[in-house]
């Protein structure tokens, strides 16, 4: 049987400040990163998110970040090596503390915002978050952009690493995704989004923006749980796979 992760980014509610639909984004998802303190998320919000994924069997990944709460880990940070070794390293270990009081475990990493990016393709930045994984614990998985570099260069080094594509994001021609400062870079259609990811998970890519078809390898696709109508998108591309008969279970068994 076919089957394919979907994963969401959540935990990011802070004090009186509710971010995203983590209950019923949880009843969707099979993986869940959750939100480790550095970009959003306070620790009772982190751990009623984790006592949620452990009741549904939910797989729990530590979604590190840049120290920036007040850009919700958006902004571009040059930190040193022993900086960023140290802070993805002090993020892994909060959560992990906190998810074995929840009933649960952490079993990948998955970088934010502008971490994320910034790995893909700066092999210096990406080599204090892969020495801080393997560090914590070698067993974990790192979840990073389809197609970029960090992909490879991760996997030399001896780490677990899975492909993620992104459902409602628009793609170009070259397997880079479309810049959210430009116009149709997020894809607002319900039906249209569905109808990409099945054809992420049944033909290895997508229509690029330029019209063309592009290859997209995608181990575990993310479904955005704070925009508008994110439930509803979420429940369509579920209904959509598994009327299809693709299983939708995490990559981490």
């Not at 502008?114 to 393997?134: F, P």
């Not at 993620?164 to 959210?180: C, I, P, Q, W």
């Amino acid at each position: 049987m076919i089957q394919i992760d979907l994963n969401s980014d959540l935990g990011e509610s802070y004090g009186a400040w509710k971010m995203g639909n983590d209950d019923q984004i949880l009843s969707v998802v099979s993986s869940a990163n959750i939100a480790c303190g550095f970009h959003a998320g306070d620790p009772q919000n982190i751990l009623k998110t984790l006592k949620q994924a452990a009741q549904r069997n939910v797989a729990v990944g530590a979604h590190v970040s840049y120290p920036d709460l007040v850009g919700f880990g958006r902004r571009n940070m040059d930190l040193s090596y022993d900086e960023l070794f140290a802070d993805v390293l002090y993020q892994i270990s909060a959560l992990q503390g906190l998810a074995q009081v929840a009933g649960t475990c952490v079993k990948y990493v998955k970088p934010h915002g502008a971490l994320y990016n910034t790995i893909a393709t700066d092999l210096e930045q990406a080599q204090a978050v892969i020495d801080a994984i393997q560090q914590y614990d070698a067993n974990l998985v790192l979840v990073g952009l389809a197609g970029s570099p960090l992909i490879p260069f991760a996997r030399k080094q001896g780490l677990a690493v899975v492909s993620e594509a992104f459902a409602d994001r628009a793609y170009h021609n070259n397997g880079t995704l479309v810049s959210r400062r430009l116009d149709n870079a997020v894809i607002h259609d319900t039906g249209l989004i569905a109808q990409r990811v099945l054809d992420m998970v049944l033909k290895g890519g997508v229509e690029s923006i330029e019209g063309e078809f592009t290859k997209i390898q995608a181990d575990t696709i993310c479904v955005h749980g704070d925009t508008m109508g994110a439930v509803q998108m979420a429940q369509e591309i579920r209904q959509t796979l598994l009327a299809q008969h693709i299983q939708i279970r995490n990559f981490v068994g």
